[in-house]
């Protein structure tokens, strides 16, 4: 089978592999849809450690289910479905916590040595798969991932309803944030982002206020339409010191912050207004088993409009040289995915 292999810094070669296939619980999927995650670029670069060549990186997949291993009885062949990326033993301590994201001894796919989803075949345990409605695409499918990241650090905050919210950054999570606060029906949602054409997607998504704070003034802005009281929650989904500064600054008293963004180790930031203010803050850091059940669910059922972020849709063999492009610049995309019609 066709596959891309990432097989060192900057090299990502498109060949054949042996083919897969499913063990006892498993299923054997083609892989239809794969989206290109941020992680997967800084793989390919070589600066996280956590792509060990040679692997097939990619774990943002959708596809149909060709064969069964032995026992597989919830699932069959030509079924639609998404795929939970992680396999995780269900016995240890954090699986019985119902931390499976956590498991002491999982696999995830497409990270470390474990061979993901930029390939033409997958095979994953049957529990990991989740069924697609028809009305779904294989490559909205495929932003099942991002989307319970953004998912699991908006529930951080609690009900949204009637409330002012600020999403700090309008990058894939960022912008997958914004959907789901949009479902709580929240007073308004605010968008900060240097981009002009990241916000003006997510005005497409349903925001009520964008600002670009190389050009305008955040903070005044947002004060003078909140009667100087500042948003109610606020979803942080960059991580350097000036976008969680923004953040803060505009937090009404009480008022909740989630930090999804990792981008710096560490930052510096004024302690005294959380103090004095009684701000909340907490991290997100993926999502558990039920958020990716729960935003399934919500796809399936579409109760969520997440088309305007898909950029661009690409073969397996131009892979390499997309994530080249992507390497070297943000500009121009959101969200590319991999497709396979065929």
């Known amino acids: 089978m066709k596959a891309v292999v990432y097989e060192g810094p900057k090299i990502l070669t498109y060949k054949d592999i042996p083919d897969v296939t499913p063990k006892a619980n498993e299923v054997k999927i083609k892989v239809r849809a794969c989206g290109i995650c941020g992680s997967d670029v800084h793989g390919y670069l070589g600066i996280t450690g956590r792509r060990i060549p040679p692997v097939v990186m990619g774990h943002e997949f959708s596809g149909e289910i060709v064969e069964l291993g032995e026992d597989v009885v919830n699932l069959k062949v030509g079924d639609r479905v998404a795929a939970y990326p992680i396999d995780f033993c269900g016995e240890c301590e954090m699986c019985n916590k119902g931390d499976v994201h956590l498991c002491l001894n999982k696999r995830a796919f497409g990270v470390l040595d474990i061979d993901g989803a930029f390939a033409e075949y997958i095979c994953v345990p049957a529990k990991v798969c989740f069924k697609l409605n028809d009305n779904v695409s294989y490559v909205v499918g495929s932003i099942m991932e991002p989307l319970a990241v953004s998912y699991r650090a908006i529930s951080h905050l609690g009900d949204l309803s009637g409330k002012d919210v600020l999403i700090v950054g309008a990058g894939t999570i960022g912008l997958l944030a914004l959907a789901c606060v949009k479902i ?159």
């Not at 003006?200 to 004060?223: L, T, W, Y």
């Open 184 to 342: 709580q029906n929240p007073n308004r949602i605010f968008v900060s982002d240097l981009s002009n054409e990241r916000l003006e997607i997510a005005k497409q998504m349903g925001a009520d206020i964008v600002i670009n704070p190389a050009n305008e003034d955040f903070q005044k802005i947002i004060m003078a339409e909140t009667n100087n009281k500042g948003v109610d929650a606020v979803a942080e989904a960059v991580g350097v010191a000036a976008t969680v500064k923004q953040g803060l600054d505009v937090m009404a008293f009480g008022g909740s912050a989630v930090w999804i963004g990792i981008s710096s180790k560490v930052i510096d930031l004024e302690m005294q207004q959380i103090v004095t203010r009684e701000l909340t803050v907490k991290g997100s850091f993926l999502y558990g088993f039920e958020e990716f059940k729960k935003v399934v669910k919500i796809l399936n059922e579409g109760k969520m409009d997440i088309t305007p972020l898909l950029s661009k849709e690409i073969t397996l063999a131009e892979l390499p040289e997309t994530m080249k492009h992507m390497s070297e610049t943000s500009e121009g995309y959101i969200k590319i995915t991999v497709v396979n019609n065929d």
